[in-house]
Nanobody
Framework: QLQLVESGGGLVQPGGSLRLSCVVSGFRVDYYTYGWFRQGPGKEREAISS??????VYADFVKGRFTMSRDNANNTVYLQLNSLNPEDTGVYYCAANSRSTWPTLWAPQYDYWGQGTQVTVSS
């Protein structure tokens, strides 16, 4: 059974940075498609990024501020968050998609989800 455990969230000031980690267990991280999603207070869940093989895709709102990567040796997926602003506040989720062979931002295709990590951007 594949399990995902996120960490790295916290409180950060506007303009600050965080690096979120998602440790994958039960399966090799270089298999499957992985994605990061978030849900802000009072908002619907939205996709941030997805990675499969050497290809990464991002939602339009990212605009170069976030970077998703994968460390095969540590079986971990990362999301580097830079230039954070209060609108980035929310719970950030890591997810795995066993059905797609390419990166996808479409959440219904993801069948494994982590518990989420809270990111709060505030002065």
């Amino acid at each position: 059974q594949l399990q995902l455990v996120e960490s790295g969230g916290g409180l950060v000031q506007p303009g600050g940075s965080l690096r979120l980690s998602c440790v994958v267990s039960g399966f090799r991280v270089d298999y499957y498609t992985y994605g990061w999603f978030r849900q802000g207070p009072g908002k619907e869940r939205e996709a941030i990024s997805s990675i499969r093989g050497g290809t990464t895709v991002y939602a339009d709102f990212v605009k170069g501020r976030f970077t998703m990567s994968r460390d095969n040796a540590n079986n971990t997926v990362y999301l580097q968050l830079n230039s954070l602003n209060p609108e980035d506040t929310g719970v950030y989720y890591c997810a795995a998609n066993s059905r797609s062979t390419w990166p996808t931002l479409w959440a219904p295709q993801y069948d494994y989800w982590g518990q989420g990590t809270q990111v709060t951007v505030s002065s």
